[in-house]
């Protein structure tokens, strides 16, 4: 069994946390309200100029063309790959024939043959690696493709909300 001394000890406690509680929140409010009085402020209106549409559009303009040199680039990098990758193919059968051809006739291999096909191995992660430029130049304008099209859409957005705002605008034409 708790002796009554106990509980009327816990009970008193809990009165004091409670009253302190209660008066840390009222403190905590006073404060909040000297620090953000409930003041009447004017509305702000702020309105669309055609500066603003020509910014957008400007802004849009510039990320469209920011991705088409990337997809120009990342195309050229693709076609160099490929060309690389078939002239280091063709290499490669060439030496291929040769090591073959001095196997039937049972002659050494020559330096020269193996200089050629380190060079056809160099030449193939020459096209291997132009692959992987053209696979990031591709990612980077897909990305700048995204840009340009959230781009297209805020400035006709923008054009909608200036012809609200100024129906009797020039660029309602």
């Known amino acids: 069994m708790v002796d009554k001394r106990i509980q009327t000890g816990i009970l008193i406690c809990l009165a004091f946390l409670c009253a302190s509680v209660q008066s840390f929140s009222t403190l905590h409010s006073l404060q909040l309200q000297r620090r953000h009085p409930q003041q009447s402020h004017p509305t ?3 309105l669309v100029t055609e500066d603003d549409v020509i910014k957008a559009v400007e802004e849009a303009e510039e990320l469209w063309a920011k991705a088409l040199e990337a997809r120009k680039t990342a195309n050229t990098l693709s076609d160099r790959a ?3 990758a078939e002239a280091s193919s063709a290499r490669a059968k060439e030496v291929e024939a040769k090591i073959k051809d001095n196997n039937i006739s049972k002659t050494p291999i020559t330096m020269e043959t193996l200089a050629e096909g380190d060079a056809v191995a ?3 992660l020459d ?4 692959v992987n430029r053209a696979l990031a130049a591709s990612a980077e304008a897909d990305q700048l493709l995204q840009l340009a ?3 297209l859409e805020k400035s006709e957005t923008t054009l909608e909300q200036h012809l609200i705002d100024f129906p009797d605008s020039a660029l309602a034409e």
């Open 44 to 46: 702000s209106l702020f």
């Open 82 to 84: 490929e060309e690389e």
């Open 122 to 124: 160099r030449s193939s």
């Open 127 to 130: 096209a291997g690696n132009l």
């Open 149 to 151: 099209e959230e781009a």
